[in-house]
């Protein structure tokens, strides 16, 4: 039996750019899904995930097959959940040449879900670790991010980009363009996120902006502007000693630098009245900066504050269902027993 887990992210800049070619730097957070493998004797897979709903579910099948028993979980939120978890053991018994093995997987995750967190990617990351090592075919980082990649790729219909997979997988901050993932090294950043309880709709919201990308100059401007902070924002981190707290002058920089980013995405369109009313109580407590982190549309918001100001302002902020602190993850993917 072995259990893995893998943390969430948050977007510090660059999410919409990334889609056309811009780096874009998301950062892992210390908010984890956690999964546990056994083997078993048949091919079977039998699933419990204690919080992936509000009411959790157990679910045995056969291959990979439709076997769906009645549960007491929506259909559609079943269905996706189960749909990464069967990518994730298919990618394992891929990885270790053994298309027959059977699994007992439990997931149990902190990581809101469908909140642009990257909910999916960690329990894809820590399945396909936890299945592969249990087979005694452990992989190495880069493999375990492309086989987290090609999962999600297949389960979201080729609309996934490596941020979130490779993120969870290696922890800390990363640098994405295209396929060219980096790990960064940076000190902790010490981030708040608040969340909608609502979620925007990653297709359309792209599609918008690729509209306006098209029709105005300014608004393509406007996405190479993201890039260019992007990459003010890295330089920033690069200079930075990974090993001590980040100095007020680099908080305060990159604060900036947040704040910009989020006025250009919300120029773009894909900000809300509830990100930018979030966005707007985390600078007002005191934030040295927050914008909207993944898609937009709803979801959440990330600031970047060392005071317990700004999470318990978000709290009290209308629009706001939960907010909470959550470190720079260091760690990436890695084994809990
Ligand atoms: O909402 P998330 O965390 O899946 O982020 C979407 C990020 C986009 O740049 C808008 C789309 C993408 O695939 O990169």
């Known amino acids: 039996m072995t259990t893995v887990s893998a943390p969430g992210k948050v977007y510090l800049f ?16 210390e908010k984890r899904a956690t999964v546990t493998a056994e083997l078993r004797e048949d091919d079977h897979v039998r699933v419990e995930a204690a919080d992936l709903s509000l009411n959790g579910f157990v679910v045995e099948y056969a291959g990979t097959t439709d076997h769906r028993p009645d549960v007491d979980v929506p259909q559609p939120l ?17 990885a270790a040449d053994a298309p027959d093995a059977g699994f007992d997987i439990t997931v149990e995750s902190e990581i809101p879900l469908g909140a642009g967190l990257g909910s999916s990617a960690a329990v894809v990351v820590a399945g396909i670790d936890a299945a592969t090592r249990v087979l005694g075919e452990p992989l190495d980082l880069r493999e375990l991010a492309d086989r987290a990649y090609n999962a999600e790729y297949e389960v979201q219909d080729g609309q996934a980009s490596r941020a979130d997979t490779f993120c969870s997988t290696m922890g800390g901050a990363v640098r994405v363009a ?16 608040g969340f909608d309880g609502g979620a925007g709709d990653t297709g359309k919201l792209v599609a918008s902006v690729r509209e306006l990308r098209d029709t105005y100059e300014f608004a393509a401007d406007t996405v190479e502007a993201i890039g260019d902070i992007v990459s003010t924002g890295e330089s920033l981190l690069a200079e930075a000693d990974p090993n001590s707290e980040p100095s007020d002058e680099l ?21 809300s009245r509830s990100l930018d009313t979030m966005v707007w109580a985390a600078r007002e407590a005191g934030a040295e900066g927050a914008k909207l982190t993944g898609a937009g549309g ?6 970047l504050d060392r005071t317990a100001e700004t999470q318990t302002s978000l709290r009290y902020t209308p629009g706001c269902e939960d907010s909470f602190r959550a470190e720079l993850a260091t760690e990436g993917v890695r084994v809990e027993d």
């Open 178 to 193: 295209g396929d060219d993932c980096t790990k960064l090294s940076t000190p902790t950043l010490p981030f708040v996120v």
């Open 298 to 303: 709803g979801g959440c918001i990330v600031a």
């Open 251 to 271: 908080i305060s920089e990159l604060g900036d630098l947040i704040n910009i980013n989020h006025g250009l995405l919300s120029a773009l369109g894909v900000s």
């Open 14 to 29: 660059g999410e919409h750019a990334v889609v056309y070619g811009e780096p874009a730097v998301p950062c892992a957070i």
């Open 78 to 94: 079943l269905d996706a959940a189960m749909g990464y978890i069967d990518a994730a053991v298919q990618q394992a018994r891929e």
